[in-house]
C-alpha cells in the first residue's frame, strides 16, 4: 500500500478500513459463574471480599 494522495482518498481508504474491521469482531462473552470470579480475583484479593462480608461494619473495618 503506498501514500495517499489526497484527503478525500484517505477517508475513503479510512473508512473502507474501519467498516472491514467492524464487521470482521467477534462478540466476547465476559460472563462469568461466582466461583470462576472468585477463583479468578483470588490471587488479586486475597483477603475477604464485600461479597464474602455478613455486614457493612466488616467492610468499613
Partial sequence: MGYT???QTLQRETST???N???SQREINWQLKIAE???KLR???PNSLPWQ???L???NS
Fill in 5 to 7: 494522495t489526497d484527503i
Fill in 17 to 19: 478500513w474501519a467498516q
Fill in 21 to 23: 474491521v467492524n464487521l
Fill in 37 to 39: 470470579t472468585r477463583a
Fill in 43 to 45: 490471587s488479586t484479593y
Fill in 53 to 55: 462480608c455478613t455486614s
Fill in 57 to 59: 461494619r466488616q467492610i
